[in-house]
C-alpha cells in the first residue's frame, strides 16, 4: 500500500476519490479509461490502495483493486509483483514519470494496465504533486519489500536465516583474508612491488602448493592487518582509496623509520604526501595549518627517497556530503595511530597471545577495543582540512562503534585464518565463539532499517545477527532475490497459495 508519509495520503486521495482529471485517461494504446467507481480506501496496510473498484478501460469493465506509487519500480521495490494481494489490482497509477513503463505483472502473471497520474491532472495538482516528489526523491530510502508482511513470519525462523547469513558471511571474509595472504606470498616470491604492476594470477599460483612456514612471516600477517583496517576504516566513500594507500606505504618502507622517536609523525606524514591530500600551496589562511603543511612537505623531502611506491591525487578521495568526523584526513590520522600500535607494540603478538592464555581470554574485548579506538590529538583535532579550523573540537578519530565493527569485520576473521593455518583449533573456536556472541555497542542504518522492517526488536545486537542482516539486505534485498531467501519463501511463496 502507498506510504502517506512521503506524499500526502490526502492530496492523492482527493484527486482520486473525486475524479479530479482535466483529461480524458488514456492507456498507452490510446484505450480511454472511464472510473465508475473508485473503490474504498483500503485501512489495511497489507494491500492495493483502494478496493472493489470498477473501471472500463475500452469496451471492457473490470472490478478489482487500484494501487498508487510513486515511481513504476515501487511495484516491483516494495514486493507487490510477489504477494497474492496484488492479483486483483486493475490498474497501476504512478505519480512520477521517472522511469515509467505502461504495464505491470501480477504475481499470477497477469498484465495490468499502468498510468501516470501527472498526464490526467490540472496544473494546481501536478504543482502540488512535484514538489511532494522532489521531496521524497531528496529523501529516498530502500523499503524491504516483505515488509508489510514480515509479521507472518515466525520471528524464530527469521533469526535463524539472519544467523546462517551471519556465519556465511564471516566465511566469506576467511576466503578473502587466506586469498590475500596467499597473493601476498606469492608476489614476494615473484619480487613483484604492489600497487605499481598489474598481475594476473595464472595456473601456476592456482596451482601452488602453500606450506605453513610460508605464513610464518609477522609482517605479512602485520601488512594484512594494515591493509583491511585502512579500508575498513574508508567507509564506502573511501575504502578503495585506503586499501591501496596501505599497499603503497607499506610495511616495509614504513620499518626504515621504526626505530625513530617520531615515528607516528613519520606514519603521518608518509601517508598525507602519498595520498596527494597534502596541498602544493603550503600557506593556508589558518597559520597553524601553514606550520604544519610546512612540516609536512620538510619531512616527506627527507624520507621519500626510500619511497618506490605510486602517488595518488587528491581528487580521487571523497569529502562530499561526509560527515566532518568521515572526512579522509581524519581517517588517516586515525589509521597512522593505530599503524603506530601495531608496529611498535607487536599488538598482533599480543592478541594470538590472548586468546591462547586462559587468563588474557577475560581481558580480550578490552583489548581490541584498546588497540583501534583513538582519542584525538595533535594537528587533526582542530581540524578537518587544512584551510580552517573546526567548529568544535574532534573527540575520537576512531570511537566505540567503528572499533566495534573492525573487531567483528577485521581482526576476528584473521584470528580464525591465523589459528586455522597452524592447526590451532581451541583458539579457533575461541575467536569464533566471540563472533557469535560478541556485543556491539551500536548498529548501523541498513541493521535499524532490517530490525524494524522484520520486527525483530532488540535482537540485532549481537554480531553474528548483525552481519546476518547486512548480507540479507545487500545481497537479497536490494538485489530483488526475494524468492531466494528464506524470509521471502514464506512471505511470497507459501502465502500466495
Same mark, same amino acid.
Given at each position: 500500500?502507498?506510504?502517506?508519509?512521503?506524499?500526502?495520503?490526502?492530496?492523492? =486521495?482527493?484527486?482520486?476519490?473525486?475524479?479530479?482529471?482535466?483529461?480524458?485517461?488514456?492507456?498507452?494504446?490510446?484505450?480511454?479509461?472511464?472510473?465508475?467507481?473508485?473503490?474504498?480506501?483500503?485501512?489495511?496496510?497489507?494491500?492495493?490502495?483502494?478496493?472493489?473498484?470498477?473501471?472500463?478501460?475500452?469496451?471492457?469493465?473490470?472490478?478489482?483493486?487500484?494501487?498508487?506509487?510513486?515511481?513504476?519500480?515501487?511495484?516491483?521495490?516494495?514486493?507487490?509483483?510477489?504477494?497474492?494481494?496484488?492479483?486483483?489490482?486493475?490498474?497501476?497509477?504512478v505519480l512520477s514519470k521517472e522511469n515509467f513503463q505502461p504495464y505491470v505483472y501480477t504475481q499470477d502473471g497477469r498484465k495490468?494496465?499502468?498510468?501516470?497520474?501527472?498526464?490526467?491532472?490540472?496544473?494546481?495538482?501536478?504543482?502540488?504533486?512535484?514538489?511532494?516528489?522532489?521531496?521524497?526523491?531528496?529523501?529516498?530510502?530502500?523499503?524491504?519489500?516483505?515488509?508489510? =508482511?514480515?509479521?507472518?513470519?515466525?520471528?524464530?525462523?527469521?533469526?535463524?536465516?539472519?544467523?546462517?547469513?551471519?556465519?556465511?558471511?564471516?566465511?566469506?571474509?576467511?576466503?578473502?583474508?587466506?586469498?590475500?595472504?596467499?597473493?601476498?606470498?606469492?608476489?614476494?616470491?615473484?619480487?613483484?612491488?604492489?600497487?605499481?604492476?598489474?598481475?594476473?594470477?595464472?595456473?601456476?599460483?592456482?596451482?601452488?602448493?602453500?606450506?605453513?612456514?610460508?605464513?610464518?612471516?609477522?609482517?605479512?600477517?602485520?601488512?594484512?592487518?594494515?591493509?583491511?583496517?585502512?579500508?575498513?576504516?574508508?567507509? $564506502?566513500?573511501?575504502?578503495?582509496?585506503? =586499501?591501496?594507500?596501505?599497499?603503497?606505504?607499506?610495511?616495509?618502507?614504513?620499518?626504515?623509520?621504526?626505530?625513530?622517536?617520531?615515528?607516528?609523525?613519520?606514519?603521518?606524514?608518509?601517508?598525507? +604526501?602519498?595520498?596527494?591530500?597534502?596541498?602544493? +600551496?603550503?600557506?593556508?589562511?589558518?597559520?597553524?595549518?601553514?606550520?604544519?603543511?610546512?612540516?609536512?612537505?620538510?619531512?616527506?623531502?627527507?624520507?621519500?627517497?626510500?619511497?618506490?611506491?605510486?602517488?595518488?591525487?587528491k581528487e580521487k578521495w571523497h569529502f562530499f556530503k561526509l560527515r566532518p568526523q568521515n572526512f579522509p584526513t581524519v581517517r588517516?590520522?586515525?589509521? $597512522?595511530?593505530?599503524? +603506530?600500535?601495531?608496529?611498535?607494540?607487536?599488538?598482533?603478538?599480543?592478541?594470538?597471545?590472548a586468546f591462547t592464555n586462559k587468563e588474557e581470554k577475560k581481558k580480550i574485548i578490552s583489548m581490541l577495543r584498546d588497540l583501534?579506538?583513538?582519542?584525538?590529538?595533535?594537528?587533526?583535532?582542530?581540524?578537518?582540512?587544512?584551510?580552517?579550523?573546526?567548529?568544535?573540537?574532534?573527540?575520537?578519530?576512531?570511537?566505540?562503534?567503528?572499533?566495534?565493527?573492525?573487531?567483528?569485520?577485521?581482526?576476528?576473521?584473521?584470528?580464525?585464518? =591465523?589459528?586455522?593455518?597452524?592447526?590451532?583449533?581451541?583458539? $579457533?573456536?575461541?575467536?569464533?565463539?566471540?563472533?557469535?556472541?560478541?556485543?556491539?555497542?551500536?548498529?548501523?542504518?541498513?541493521?535499524?532499517?532490517?530490525?524494524?522492517?522484520?520486527?525483530?526488536? +532488540? $535482537?540485532?545486537?549481537?554480531?553474528?545477527?548483525?552481519?546476518?542482516?547486512?548480507?540479507?539486505?545487500?545481497?537479497?534485498?536490494?538485489?530483488?532475490?526475494?524468492?531466494?531467501?528464506?524470509?521471502?519463501?514464506?512471505?511470497?511463496?507459501?502465502?500466495?497459495?
Amino acid at each position: 500500500m502507498f506510504a502517506g508519509n512521503k506524499i500526502r495520503e490526502k492530496l492523492l =486521495y482527493e484527486i482520486w476519490l473525486n475524479k479530479n482529471f482535466n483529461a480524458d485517461i488514456l492507456t498507452v494504446t490510446d484505450e480511454k479509461i472511464e472510473i465508475i467507481d473508485v473503490g474504498n480506501n483500503n485501512k489495511d496496510l497489507a494491500g492495493p490502495d483502494f478496493l472493489n473498484a470498477r473501471i472500463k478501460i475500452g469496451s471492457v469493465t473490470f472490478k478489482g483493486d487500484v494501487e498508487i506509487d510513486i515511481r513504476h519500480r515501487d511495484w516491483k521495490a516494495h514486493g507487490h509483483y510477489l504477494h497474492k494481494n496484488y492479483n486483483k489490482v486493475i490498474l497501476h497509477i504512478v505519480l512520477s514519470k521517472e522511469n515509467f513503463q505502461p504495464y505491470v505483472y501480477t504475481q499470477d502473471g497477469r498484465k495490468v494496465n499502468a498510468i501516470c497520474l501527472m498526464d490526467f491532472i490540472n496544473d494546481d495538482y501536478q504543482s502540488a504533486l512535484r514538489k511532494a516528489i522532489i521531496s521524497e526523491r531528496n529523501n529516498r530510502g530502500f523499503a524491504m519489500p516483505c515488509k508489510e =508482511y514480515s509479521n507472518n513470519v515466525a520471528l524464530k525462523s527469521k533469526l535463524k536465516f539472519i544467523s546462517t547469513l551471519g556465519i556465511e558471511r564471516f566465511k566469506n571474509k576467511e576466503k578473502r583474508i587466506l586469498d590475500r595472504l596467499k597473493k601476498m606470498i606469492y608476489l614476494k616470491e615473484m619480487n613483484i612491488r604492489e600497487p605499481i604492476i598489474r598481475y594476473d594470477f595464472g595456473e601456476e599460483f592456482q596451482n601452488k602448493k602453500f606450506s605453513t612456514d610460508e605464513f610464518n612471516d609477522p609482517l605479512l600477517w602485520q601488512q594484512l592487518i594494515y591493509e583491511m583496517i585502512f579500508e575498513a576504516l574508508g567507509y $564506502s566513500k573511501n575504502k578503495e582509496m585506503m =586499501y591501496k594507500l596501505a599497499k603503497a606505504v607499506n610495511i616495509n618502507f614504513l620499518n626504515n623509520f621504526y626505530a625513530e622517536e617520531k615515528f607516528e609523525e613519520i606514519i603521518e606524514c608518509s601517508l598525507l +604526501n602519498v595520498s596527494g591530500i597534502v596541498s602544493n +600551496n603550503n600557506t593556508t589562511p589558518d597559520e597553524k595549518a601553514t606550520e604544519y603543511l610546512r612540516k609536512l612537505v620538510e619531512k616527506w623531502s627527507e624520507i621519500k627517497t626510500g619511497y618506490d611506491g605510486p602517488y595518488f591525487h587528491k581528487e580521487k578521495w571523497h569529502f562530499f556530503k561526509l560527515r566532518p568526523q568521515n572526512f579522509p584526513t581524519v581517517r588517516i590520522a586515525g589509521g $597512522s595511530r593505530i599503524l +603506530n600500535r601495531l608496529l611498535k607494540y607487536d599488538l598482533f603478538g599480543n592478541m594470538i597471545a590472548a586468546f591462547t592464555n586462559k587468563e588474557e581470554k577475560k581481558k580480550i574485548i578490552s583489548m581490541l577495543r584498546d588497540l583501534l579506538i583513538v582519542k584525538a590529538s595533535g594537528f587533526w583535532k582542530t581540524h578537518y582540512v587544512f584551510e580552517k579550523n573546526a567548529k568544535e573540537e574532534i573527540k575520537y578519530f576512531v570511537g566505540l562503534s567503528r572499533a566495534d565493527e573492525i573487531i567483528v569485520n577485521v581482526l576476528l576473521p584473521i584470528l580464525t585464518v =591465523y589459528f586455522d593455518i597452524f592447526n590451532n583449533k581451541d583458539a $579457533s573456536t575461541e575467536v569464533k565463539s566471540l563472533y557469535l556472541n560478541f556485543i556491539q555497542k551500536s548498529a548501523n542504518n541498513v541493521v535499524s532499517q532490517v530490525v524494524e522492517s522484520l520486527h525483530l526488536n +532488540n $535482537s540485532g545486537i549481537q554480531s553474528v545477527y548483525t552481519q546476518g542482516m547486512i548480507e540479507l539486505f545487500s545481497n537479497y534485498c536490494v538485489k530483488e532475490r526475494c524468492l531466494e531467501c528464506n524470509i521471502g519463501k514464506e512471505i511470497f511463496v507459501v502465502n500466495s497459495d
